[in-house]
């Protein structure tokens, strides 16, 4: 994991990602999950953000997750 995530993740006070990923996936595809909180080496894109607006419009929502999510990949959602 690259130092920038790491520096982040400090300043917006999220060490970690939830223990338990309880939250259904809307398409039934939890990978999005897995690159939202940076737990795998792939970066996420603008489709794992679709993919996660999906799953909390129409799931119930885990806060501890959706926080996680935002805090997380908040770097991603600058305007370029």
């Known amino acids: 994991m690259n130092s920038s995530i790491q520096n982040l ?12 990923i309880w ?7 939890w990978g999005h999950f897995d690159r939202l909180l940076n737990l795998v080496d792939n970066e996420p894109n603008g489709v794992d953000l679709v993919d996660y607006c999906l799953d ?14 935002l805090k997380m990949g908040q770097w991603d959602l600058q305007i370029r």
Do not use: G, M
């Not at 993740?9 to 939830?18: F, M, T």
């Not at 909390?56 to 999510?69: G, S, T, V």
């Open 9 to 20: 993740r400090k300043i917006l006070k999220v060490e970690r990602a939830p223990d338990n």
């Open 56 to 69: 909390i419009r129409y799931e119930e929502i885990q806060p501890d997750l959706l926080r996680a999510c």
């Open 23 to 29: 939250q259904q996936a809307f398409d039934h595809d």
